[in-house]
């Protein structure tokens, strides 16, 4: 009877010895990367230097592990590294950049959660379009494996074209008060004595010359000024041969001259330059002695927009006259000023 036990008792032994031989071993499963992304610079295919930005959440990993991200089997090519960091959220966390890869390393572990690049790496996209998948495993350490994807395009560039049409208003008022008027365009000065020359403004009732401007040239604009009668000034319609002379000079009571210039500008955008010689101090509104500049018959830039576009510009025109006591008397002293603006597109 105690035979037999002890042999029962072997062979129970024998089974579970082989038993345990036939049980499966669980294999160690390689854990992946989570939330994986590398975001670059360009995305065109054959483009080089182009700058990645690696981002991932670990597993949990030791210290030591290495995970090797393979981006030449990828078509990556030329890979380089200006810097070499990134930082995770537990442990201590490298980053290494070879010729054919990049590394993350665990150097003070345990490493795990959100990895950032901190450092910078650059590498040449591949040659064709289409999803470009880089894998990745251990190269030493805990397992870890798994893939994400980069696209390459044909091009990553739109380019966006657009046109601005020239543009380029002008407008003549004449009125003694900054307001629109229609034409014709007239400024009376009404009767001039050797003791009351005549200048534009309330207090001998005549008119500025206002003038409106707005252009988008880009080398800006000028505007110009001709009399129909140049140094002669105003000249009688009946007697040609009389006239009050113009000339650049202060206009004073007894004096004979004739003369116009610039009392105020303003503008939304930009600005305006007035020119020599209308360009005086002594040229305010209702200034009654302003000095101003004498007329010829061709062009004379009154006021300049510096060579820059302007909105919304205003420029005031002061017109005034004096006489001697030697100036003949008539009824039909007159001038035609003609005004030009012109644009440099």
């Keep these: 009877m105690r035979k037999l036990f002890k042999r029962a008792a072997a062979l129970a032994t024998t089974v579970a010895t082989v038993g345990t031989m036939l049980l499966p071993v669980a294999p160690v499963h390689a854990a992946d990367l989570t939330s994986t992304k590398d975001t670059l610079s360009r995305e065109k295919i054959s483009v080089t230097s182009v700058t990645h930005t690696l981002v991932t959440t670990l597993p949990t990993v030791s210290t030591g592990t290495v995970i090797r991200f393979l981006y030449d089997t990828a078509g990556f ?135 409106n401007l707005d252009t988008n040239a880009t080398g800006g604009a000028v505007i110009t000024v001709l009399s129909a009668n140049g140094a002669n000034g105003l000249v009688s319609t009946a007697v040609s041969a009389d006239d009050i002379d113009s000339a650049s000079a202060l206009i004073a009571n007894g004096t004979e001259n004739y003369g116009i210039c610039v009392s105020s500008t303003s503008a939304t955008t930009g600005s305006f330059t007035e020119v020599s010689p209308f360009d005086n101090a002594d040229c305010t509104a209702d200034e009654q002695t302003p000095s101003v500049g004498g007329l010829t018959t061709s062009a004379q830039n009154l006021v300049n927009t510096g060579g820059n576009p302007i909105s919304v510009g205003r420029v005031q025109v002061t017109v005034a006259a004096a006489i001697s006591a030697i100036t003949e008397a008539h009824n039909d002293y007159t001038d035609t000023l003609t005004f030009i603006a012109t644009g440099t597109f």
């Design 77 to 211: 090519t030329s890979t380089a590294q200006s810097t070499s960091a990134g930082t995770c959220a537990t442990g201590t966390c490298t980053l290494t950049v070879s010729a054919t890869d990049v590394k993350i390393n665990c150097t003070a572990g345990p490493c795990s959660g959100l990895f950032t690049q901190t450092g910078t790496f650059t590498a040449t996209n591949p040659g064709t379009a289409g999803s470009k998948e880089v894998t990745y495993a251990q190269a030493q350490g805990d397992p870890v494996s798994g893939s994400f994807a980069i696209p390459i395009v044909d091009d990553d560039q739109v380019t966006v074209t657009a046109t601005v049409a020239p543009s380029i208003t002008f407008d003549i008022d004449t009125a003694q008060t900054d307001t629109e008027s229609a034409a014709p365009y007239s400024v009376a000065l009404g009767a001039i004595t050797t003791t009351d020359s005549q200048v534009s403004g309330a207090t001998d009732a005549a008119n500025f010359i206002w003038m």
